[in-house]
């Protein structure tokens, strides 16, 4: 992790090329001012909000499990690159270190907090890419020399912009920073209630007491409640008597607080509040659309992010021609046994897909005869529909004419 005075030298750096901006300064800097309700919130401590981390696991860990291929366009076929080395580099491990799940996990991971998820591309003499490893945000310096952008890396070196796969967020912003106030409200109310139980359920009050007091019997009344522990009835002497000056969690709204923050942290992220287990309004009937606008509205958009950046990173221009990487989204229906055999009907009866075909998104081994293409034979191509319908018509009018005879 970068240091204060590093994150200190980056920030003047910029500065000295024109490229500072003083309203970022907190963000440069890696700390930020207090947000209103009293919480600091950073990228560093929004993971320790239950709904920040359940939604940000949702997405990278639904997204890492989608099967990646690398396809390879013939003509009208289209074909699974598996001899290309950035095939077993997405697929299975992009280093020694890393499973690709877990890689793909956390970079995207770090691109939906930090805005942008970063990892470093390793060439062969040949310029193959060989091997991919993360960096975190504080251990890349981005600058300009000489107009064209490069990345410094801690402990590595500089990385042109080639060799830097990015997987970024909506203007490469931080969720985190510009929805600070919204998530400190969320991290204010959990404090709240930590500080309420932790107090064994007591709310902050005063002691007072009509009695002119000495010195020495101020300090026995403290010791005395001191003494008496949190919870249970405490006894006061000298007349004191407890007042309370704060207001308790009903009055505050304490439930209906948190669960508001923690379905405005999935509206920003873009995941169904059933998605995070909250208790919503959600029934057996719209689950299923849920998933789907889940699917279709915030997976998507990702999936189609990292495979323009694999495009554009592990190809060469004129492999792009051919080869393109895409994800199968058609696995998030895995989980769904109807939707699934509704499909593969469907595909199966208008002659998309053969019986082996289906058997090999299933697993399952093929069979002899499994790989011929069937449709039904109560269907016909529009252009003999005319042709069909006179000859059915001159073979009625024969049979009428022989059933007369």
């Known amino acids: 992790m970068a240091t204060l005075f590093d994150r200190f030298r980056n920030v003047f750096t910029r500065a000295r090329v024109a490229k500072f901006d003083a309203n970022s300064l907190a963000q440069e800097l890696g700390v930020y001012g207090w947000t209103h309700a009293g919480s600091n919130v950073t990228e560093a401590n929004a993971l320790q909000l239950a709904a920040v981390y359940a939604c940000v696991q949702r997405i990278s860990s639904s997204i890492a499990g989608l099967g990646l291929e690398l396809y390879e366009r013939n003509g009208r076929n289209i074909e699974i690159a598996n001899a290309h080395s950035a095939y077993d580099l997405t697929r299975r491990a992009p280093n020694p270190h890393q499973t690709a799940f877990e890689f793909w996990e956390t970079i995207f991971s770090l691109a939906l907090v930090n805005g942008v998820g970063r990892a470093v591309i390793v060439r062969n003499t040949r310029g193959e890419a060989q091997e991919m490893y993360i960096v975190g945000r504080d251990d890349v310096d981005e600058r300009e020399v000489k107009g064209k952008r490069v990345f410094v890396v801690k402990n590595y070196g500089t990385v042109f912009p080639e060799d830097m796969l990015e997987i970024c967020n909506l203007q490469r912003k931080s969720p985190i920073s510009l929805h600070r106030e919204n998530l400190g409200l969320a991290s204010a109310s959990l404090e709240f209630g930590s500080k309420y139980f932790g107090n064994g359920g007591q709310m902050t009050g005063v002691m007072s007491s009509d009695m002119q ?114 994800y199968r989204l058609s696995d998030l229906l895995r989980g769904d046994m109807e939707a699934r055999s509704k499909f593969y009907r469907e595909m199966f009866h208008i002659g998309a897909m053969s019986t082996n075909e289906i058997r090999e998104q299933e697993n399952l081994n093929p069979i002899a005869g499994g790989d011929a293409h069937l449709v039904a034979l109560n269907l016909i191509d529009m252009e003999h529909h005319n042709a069909y319908s006179s000859k059915l018509a001159n073979s009625n009018t024969v049979n009428s004419q022989e059933q007369n005879n």
């Open 213 to 326: 007091l000495r010195k020495e019997q101020m300090k026995d009344v403290i010791d005395t409640w001191r003494t008496q522990g949190e919870a249970g009835t405490k006894m006061l002497s000298h007349g004191f008597k407890y007042q309370r000056i704060s207001i308790n969690p009903d009055e505050a709204q304490f439930i209906e607080t948190r669960k508001f923050q923690n379905e405005e942290i999935c509206r920003i992220f873009g995941v169904p509040p059933n998605l995070t287990f909250l208790d919503t309004q959600t029934t057996y009937n719209n689950t299923e659309q849920q998933a789907i606008q889940f699917a279709r509205h915030t997976l998507t958009p990702w999936a189609v992010r990292a495979e323009q950046e694999l495009d554009k990173k592990l190809l060469t221009a004129r492999q792009r021609e051919v080869l393109g990487f895409k």
